[in-house]
């Protein structure tokens, strides 16, 4: 009974995973698989990003990035794709998002699941210090070169030894993949296209094919 009583006293994990996800790739997946059983998440939330404050590009149409981030982590436990910044009015903020999770899960733990190269921006972020204290910041580490001209190669991993943040390191295979790089290989032949399983999950690459996503790369 103790034991019973134990688990039900423990606070709710809540994750929270944003992103363009335009297109989501294997190392979104992977940082989201990685989440959920490190961190014991009881959920997280995946979520696209409405309109972007700190993007120069125009983003790909919501619905597209909400239906590839179902197919992406669908299948994964305990996952919830939220369509909430994308119909939020205005800029999307991190802070905004999280102050709306602690109202859901009141009296929760929040977690706030990052790559290495958000964190070196983390400063920049519109409201950090309010991001700060409300969620814990757990960070997997990946590859220096991650854009358009990343190989699949071995990849030396970016150095966090400077960031006077707190955050809990996620333990996870480097990663290269970008979302620019994957779009940076759809553009440059269609031929190219029947390897765009390396980078992105089979049901992703299906439906970039029959939508002709990211035919003009940026």
């Known amino acids: 009974m103790a034991q019973a009583s134990t688990m039900t006293a423990r606070r709710p994990r809540v994750g929270m995973f944003g992103g363009a996800f335009d297109p989501p790739h294997w190392a979104h997946r992977a940082l989201a698989d990685v989440a959920l059983s490190q961190l014991g998440l009881d959920v997280l939330h995946i979520l696209p990003t409405g309109q972007a404050w700190h993007k ?21 436990p305990n996952t919830r794709i939220d369509e909430r910044e ?69 990849q030396q991993e970016t150095d966090l030894s400077g960031v006077d943040l707190p955050f809990r390191r996620l333990d996870m295979p480097l990663q290269n993949i970008s979302a620019t790089a994957v779009r940076a290989h759809l553009g440059q032949t269609i031929s190219r296209s029947d390897s765009l399983q390396v980078l992105v999950p089979e049901a992703v690459a299906s439906y970039i094919s029959l939508h002709h996503l990211y035919q003009n790369p940026s």
């Not at 120069?56 to 619905?63: D, K």
């Open 56 to 76: 120069a590009r125009v983003l790909s149409p919501a619905q597209h990035r909400v239906n590839m981030c179902q197919l992406a982590f669908g299948d994964l």
């Open 86 to 154: 994308i119909h939020r009015a205005g800029p999307s903020y991190t802070a905004d998002t999280l102050k709306e999770l602690a109202a859901e899960y009141p009296g929760a733990e929040l977690f706030l699941v990052l790559g290495a190269d958000q964190l070196l921006a983390f400063k920049s972020w519109v409201r950090w210090p309010e991001v700060l204290a409300q969620a814990t910041l757990a960070v997997a580490n990946r590859a220096t070169n991650i854009g358009a001209d990343a190989t699949l190669g071995p």
